[in-house]
């Protein structure tokens, strides 16, 4: 019994420790916040509860059916890093050579409330690296000891603990934009959309490798 609860945990563990790093909730708040001047903060904290599900839903998916919907459309795990390696790169790229808002602005809340999958959820928050992280860990849980259930709730509970950090970190966005002030704000946003754009860039690198050493093995 000891020893099933531990294989559970390390499932739990696993599954937070690969998929948070990528993730990256606090940098992704302060995207969060600057992409969302203007708006009330009712409908902040309900943006966030959204992206927050939302985000849930898409690693759940990757994790439980991600390799059989790629199997299905034919489609590469290479070519999905590939592809959302393209957005993220674009999207930190937009955002670094954002204008900076000095102040917060009265902003369309529909047109704002409507970024809150795209490209909030996906690719800034969940992006391809996470995606391809979460089809990985669906493929390789196989812990000897445990029935299936107990691997898929073990990995749920993991996903679930992900999903409400960055419900979470962005609920309380614009506490730590406060906390930073005007100039660390700054910082981090711009810091923020230039490893999001390396990011990306380093998914498409990862991607262009995997199809070269496939060309050289044939």
């Known amino acids: 019994m000891a020893e ?9 563990v696993l599954v937070v420790a690969t998929l948070l790093p990528l993730i990256n909730p606090a940098g992704s708040a302060a995207i969060f916040h600057s992409m969302t001047l203007g708006i009330p903060e009712n ?10 599900i939302s985000s849930f839903v ?6 439980f059916i991600g390799s059989y919907v790629l199997d299905f459309f034919g489609v590469s795990l290479t070519s999905v890093r590939i592809g959302g ?16 808002k000095t102040s917060p602005v009265v902003t369309d809340v529909k047109k704002v409330e409507a970024r809150a999958f795209y490209p909030l959820t996906f690719p800034l ?16 849980l196989k812990e000897p000891g445990v029935v299936l259930w107990q691997r898929a709730l073990a ?5 679930a603990a992900v999903a409400f950090t960055v419900y979470f ?18 910082v981090m946003l711009r810091l923020s959309a230039f490893i999001l ?10 991607g262009i490798i995997v199809v070269v050493q496939g060309m050289e093995h044939h």
């Open 155 to 159: 990995s749920l509970v993991g996903l």
């Open 43 to 52: 409908e902040r904290r309900k943006m966030a509860r959204s992206i927050g």
């Open 169 to 186: 970190s962005f609920r309380f966005a614009a506490a730590l934009i406060r906390f930073l002030g005007a100039t660390g704000t700054v």
């Open 4 to 12: 099933q609860f531990g294989i559970l945990v390390r499932i739990v």
């Open 125 to 140: 928050t969940v992006g391809p690296g996470t995606i391809s992280a979460a089809i990985t860990i669906g493929a390789s």
């Open 197 to 206: 754009m390396c990011v990306g860039v380093q998914i498409i690198t990862n």
């Open 85 to 100: 390696g393209l957005l993220v790169a674009a999207s930190g790229w937009k955002l670094l050579n954002a204008e900076e």
């Open 58 to 63: 898409l690693v759940v998916a990757a994790t």
